[in-house]
């Protein structure tokens, strides 16, 4: 083996001199096979301890996210408990909201457009309001303020004690989250999610402790009727049926108070009946009070209070 080693330097040795410009080709890039072989083995143990290395890394990471996670939710579970379904304590005499005052103005093609002028009401729990009105009255506008989407320019809004007219974003996106829900009239659903999972993605998206998603779900869509259509999509559903899934994913985290912009609009006579008669029912059940908007003269025999709007004010109160 030796002596093969000495002819292969000698060997590129000779050539180096008969080529005087090939000076990488010298002797010293002798190495044993042996040692090649070694280096290989080294490398490869060096590979794979950083592969160990980043693995353990990934499996440290996952660990951790995985307890912060537990720790939110248990943190959670124990101060919700059975909040979902615990019977509400409140003083009917008293409101739930006041709105005082309130002026709301947008500037236009730079000119003051003036929406509301001087709005003042009173909304009480377990109660059905509706704000009537034509098309651009301000209806929209103040439902927009009475969920805290909007601020007045002039005036206060107090919700559940909430001042929202002095509240900055952050403030009044937490007690949306916890104590206020939206209806469109448009529906507002995930197209590609289930009834089942429209209802459920608004109970993860307010925190609620995932211990109580199935029975909570199953509630509120058996509150609508629609139990038994609990798995269709939303385009395999009725208008009706779109909208009380709407209502379901409302009132999922059981709100205080439930804002509707013309719920039935889309919806024909048969339908918004339907709807209303809803309303009424989870009015009792889950303690909430619904304000809502609409120009449908057939459905307001069964609110408890109707508030007329006409160029940003009220009329026959």
Known sequence: MMG?????????????????DSKAQ?????????????????????????????????????????????????TSASSSGDSLFAPRQFDETKPLLTVTGVERSFSVGGRQLDVLKGIDMALFPMQLVMLKGRS???????????????????????????????????QRTLVRRKEIGF?????????????????????????????????????????????????????????????????????????????????????DSQMGAQVMAVFRDIIQTEQVTICMTTHDPTIMEVADHVFEMVDGKFINT
């Open 26 to 74: 010298v002797s010293t890039e002798v190495i044993s096979e042996s040692e090649t072989d070694g280096m290989k083995q080294n490398q490869s143990k060096v590979s794979e301890q950083d592969d160990l290395r980043g693995s353990l890394g990934e499996t440290e990471a996952a660990e951790s996210s995985m307890l912060i996670d537990k720790n939110a939710s248990e």
């Open 136 to 170: 651009g009255s301000g209806k929209t506008t103040l439902l927009n303020m009475i969920g805290g989407l909007d601020q007045p320019n002039k005036g206060e809004i107090i919700f559940m004690g909430h001042p929202f007219h002095q509240s900055g974003d952050d």
């Open 183 to 267: 209806i469109f009239q448009s529906f507002a659903l995930m197209p590609l999610l289930s009834a089942w999972e429209n209802v459920e993605l608004a109970l993860r998206m307010a925190n609620v402790p995932r211990s109580e998603w199935k029975k909570r779900t199953a509630h509120c869509l058996d509150l609508v009727g629609l139990g038994k259509r609990m798995h269709h999509r939303p385009f395999e559903l009725s208008g009706g049926e779109q909208q009380r899934v709407a209502i379901a994913k409302a009132i999922a985290h059981r709100p205080s108070l439930l804002l509707a912009d013309e719920p039935t609009a889309e919806l």
């Open 4 to 20: 093969w080693l000495r002819s292969k330097s000698i060997t590129r040795s000779t050539a180096a001199k008969r080529d005087p």
